[in-house]
């Protein structure tokens, strides 16, 4: 197609960033906004395809008005200076075979994978969809794990480098796995990734799709609220394993989850897994 033609003639860095939902990864998203080599941002280009039955069109039209990092602003493809940075982010579940490997193609670089224990992940999201419409749970699907473990599998079965992230990890050690990730990139070191500026007003889902989204997620848009009124990788804060677990099983999940919790662990012990300094998980990480 002559856009992705021209996409990767601009960008001569192209990173691809997948996980699950609420999982960390706008965390590790903004991580790599600070490196230099990164200038451009594009938000789940295949969202509306997911959610409204949109055509390649609509992942055309996201990646050809990506997001300047520095300014927020939204600027057409054809004004992007030759030899900038690219950062496209998705969510797993919102991509098909086909779907991850364009964008997987795409990246000069091994794709991203960003997990943390799916009770968290489950827990997180079930506030977020609450809120937004007043639901009780969600579909075992969209919590993206089964097509995370799909799409590592393609990775193994094509031979195709990839990369794990456990944000839990990162939150344990921010400076020793952002290094390991950075090398695991071909990226440059650069001190303080780890650390930002709050951007509470940041719009990160492009204009054509928040309308398809509704007013919510247009106004202030709950999955990213917290993370862009961050200003870093934080320690995570205690953990009631006794409450999350309870949320999960009131929800009808807690069958789901236990699946989810095994390709988890199994997850934790792939060769692909970043580390830092330190292996060892946060005291209560493994707990319950």
Known sequence: MEWQTALTRVYDTR????SPPRTGSTAVARLLWQHPRVTHHCHEPFEACYWDDQGPESVEGVLREPMVVASGERVALDGVEPGS???????????????????VGLATAPPVFVICDPRLSTTSRLRIVRELNGATTFPPFESGWRSLREQLELCRARKTPYVLVDSDDMRADPAGVTAALMA??????????????????????????????????TADDPFYRKVLGSSGIQPRSEISWEREEAAIAAAGLAGDVAKWRRWYEEMRTDPALITGRHTERENNAHAG
């Open 15 to 18: 990173l691809a960033l997948i």
């Open 184 to 217: 695991a990139l071909g990226l440059p070191p650069v001190d303080g990734l780890e650390n930002w500026s709050p951007r509470p007003g940041l719009r990160l889902v492009s204009p054509q799709v928040g309308a398809l989204m509704g007013d919510a997620r």
């Open 85 to 103: 940075g690219l950062l496209m982010k998705e969510m797993s579940f919102q991509l098909g075979e086909a779907q991850f490997t364009q964008l």
